[in-house]
């Protein structure tokens, strides 16, 4: 038997309902799905255990990989995320703005046309002059939002070497300042 124990802080809520796991503490909630026909979780007195029967490496490999999607459940609900990004231009002063789910790069490169990036659900954004702050209880939104805005900066057909403009993550931390 292959067994992963995470405890439970106080003040946190775990509920196991067949294949979803929910986590809830002070109004932030995480809800996923994780569900493989040879691992169970259970919930304990103060702690959950993820396990396996199974001799097979790649099922214990997975036990591993559900305890450690649980435990950033627990750490984004107590804590949560923040990556720092920053802005870098040479010549072309880049302006930003949230507008709705997608942050808007405008004069990148000096181009017309605005570029946007999307922002996940569960992350928010927030200028701080030529910072960026993505903060939120979801690891996984956190993340995708910083590699989304990366990506909308990506240069093209230019040498990486010369045009090193664009927004560049500095930092992850646990524990955001919002």
């Known amino acids: 038997m292959f067994t992963k124990e995470i405890p439970i802080p106080d003040g946190v ?25 040879a691992i169970t979780i259970r919930r304990s007195d103060n702690h959950i255990e993820v396990s396996t029967g199974s ?8 036990t591993g990989t559900f305890a450690a999607h649980i435990r950033n459940m627990i750490e984004g609900v107590t804590k949560g995320f923040e990556y720092r990004m920053k802005v870098v231009y040479a010549h072309f002063p880049i302006q930003l703005r949230v507008e709705g789910d997608h942050l808007v790069i405008e004069n990148f ?13 569960g992350a928010s954004v927030r200028i701080d002059g030529s910072e960026l702050i993505i903060t939120g209880a979801d690891k996984e939104a956190v993340g995708q939002t910083a590699g989304n805005i990366e990506q909308a900066t ?4 230019r040498d990486p070497r010369v045009f090193q ?8 931390s646990v524990g955001g300042s919002s």
Do not use: C, F, N
């Open 55 to 62: 001799p097979r490496k790649k099922v214990q490999a997975l």
């Open 109 to 121: 490169l000096g181009e017309r046309a605005p570029r946007r990036a999307r922002i996940m659900e």
């Open 13 to 37: 809520d775990v509920v196991i309902e067949g294949r979803t796991v929910t986590v809830a503490k002070d109004g932030t909630r995480l809800t996923r799905e994780l569900w493989h026909p």
């Open 154 to 157: 990506r240069i093209k057909r």
């Open 165 to 172: 403009d664009g927004i560049y993550i500095i930092s992850k």
